[in-house]
């Protein structure tokens, strides 16, 4: 019998390419999203001379409220920048003073306290909440069932989540009991460090911060 791998991917075509990379890997996927996007319906600013936006689902709301920026556009990481220029943005370098950032409520202060440093005006806008969708926690279940064998986290909100899913279900530290026995993998060092300081090991960080990547160091530790 395949050994069973989470991961907790948006419920969209993210969770859906999760499944098949696991799959696909010879595990069995345990889909269990910890994140909904809430819009604020908010736009950025289309005055500063610099936009960083940090997601592919930033990309789609600018978008969709038409936004249209007088300064370039930045974009992290490969999904953002193509969905940005799929929407028409031409996508460039860093350039320029003021700079806004244009992301979720969840965006790690290390991005805007590095540019306001570098001696840059920075102005941020909050696109989206990031939320725990209403029945989260069947990873938390299986976990504390210790019927899990791996777990692939694509961010520290997604742990927060599902520990709070876990406490919910009041399973929380057997949950953790099974995770510590189960192969954790983290997508980056923030996320590992935010892992463990809820008091769960991991034991794979891959060297390219994608699933892909994730998946396949956590089923080739299994």
Do not use: N
């Amino acid at each position: 019998m395949a050994e069973t791998v989470a991961f907790f991917r948006p419920d969209d075509e993210r969770a859906a390419e999760a499944a098949e990379i696991v799959a696909e890997l010879g595990a069995e996927p345990l889909s269990d999203p910890m994140l909904a996007v809430e819009p604020t319906g908010a736009a950025p600013r289309e005055d500063a001379a610099v936009t960083v936006l940090t997601s592919k689902t930033g990309a789609e709301l600018v978008s969709e409220v038409g936004w249209e920026p007088a300064g370039e556009v930045v974009a992290i990481g490969s999904a953002t920048a193509g969905a940005l220029t799929e929407a028409g943005y031409r996508v460039d370098r860093v350039a320029g003073r003021r700079v806004e950032i244009a992301r979720s409520d969840h965006g790690s202060t290390v991005l805007t306290d590095g540019l306001a440093d570098a001696g840059a005006y920075v102005h941020e806008t909050v696109l989206y909440r990031l939320v725990r969708p209403e029945g989260a926690g069947e990873a938390a279940e299986a976990a504390a069932e210790q019927t899990l064998d791996g777990a692939c986290f694509t961010s520290s909100l997604t742990v927060e989540h599902l520990l709070e899913a876990a406490a919910d279900r009041g399973v929380r530290e057997a949950a953790v009991a099974g995770l510590d026995d189960a192969v954790v993998g983290a997508i980056g060092e923030p996320t590992r460090e935010a892992t463990e300081t809820h008091g769960i090991a991991v034991d794979v960080v891959p060297d390219t911060a994608d699933f892909e990547a994730l998946a396949a160091a956590v089923v080739e530790r299994l």
